[in-house]
């Protein structure tokens, strides 16, 4: 079993539509959780932490839940300038190096 | 965050011959990783760059494969020796410390062995 896994995707959604993606890990140990954002040709770049709390930037929620390992990410009212990878990825404690998801791709069509 | 920089940003190069890619972080910071993505896949962990100190590898990559050296907080490289067509990724140094468990990514080197 992969240590951290997501929908396999792709995604195609037309714009304003609100699209899920869903990430499980492996590794009960984990203690931080994020999405990334990776556009075609370029580096994976934060989009948000994911709290245990849950977490809302604009049009993106994210959530976690410790007991099922599992975590989500919102995007309500979909922008074309959405369409990208999304990888989840987790860490464990203290200086360890996080360990990616496959990513999910988007496609916001107009 | 800090600024990242990875030289060279592309390369092709020949089966057999090695290539040393440079990362450069314009602050200190505690920890800096290699990750390779190849076509079509996720990040995968190559290994910790350890200032002063060998690297640690993760499982499947080794020394003589891909020596890495950091001589000080700021500076990293990679080779790629002996390359092979199955070498050919983008590799991208990463790094993290401070405040906050936040990885950020330089802007990746893209290779291409034939």
């Known amino acids: 079993r992969k240590e951290v896994e997501q929908d396999p995707g792709p995604f195609n959604v037309p714009e304003g539509a609100t699209v899920a993606f869903n990430c499980t890990y492996s590794n009960s140990a984990s203690q931080s959780f994020f999405w990334y954002r990776q556009d075609c040709r370029k580096e994976p770049k934060l989009l948000m932490s994911v709290y245990s709390s849950g977490n809302e930037d604009g049009r993106f929620t994210a959530q976690l839940n410790r007991a099922s390992q599992y975590i989500s990410l919102l995007i309500r009212d979909s922008k074309l300038s959405d369409s990208a990878t999304y990888l989840c990825?987790?860490?464990?404690?203290?200086?360890?190096?996080?360990?990616f998801g496959k990513g999910t791709r988007l496609s916001v069509i107009a | 965050s800090a600024v990242i920089s990875q030289k060279p940003s592309r390369d092709i190069c020949q089966r057999g011959t090695s290539l040393t890619i440079q990362c450069q972080v314009d602050s200190q910071v505690t920890m800096m990783f290699w990750y390779r993505q190849q076509p079509g896949q996720s990040l995968t962990l190559i290994a910790t760059?350890?200032?002063?100190?060998?690297?640690?590898?993760e499982s499947g990559f080794v020394i003589d494969k891909f020596p890495i050296s950091r001589p000080n907080l700021t500076f990293s490289t990679l080779t790629v020796s002996n390359m092979s067509p199955e070498d050919s990724s983008i590799y991208l140094c990463s790094l993290a410390g401070g405040f906050s468990d936040t990885q950020y990514f330089g802007p990746g080197t893209r290779l291409t062995v034939l």
């Open positions: 990825a987790v860490k464990g404690s203290g200086n360890t190096p996080l360990v």
């Open positions: 760059a350890n200032q002063g100190s060998e690297a640690t590898y």
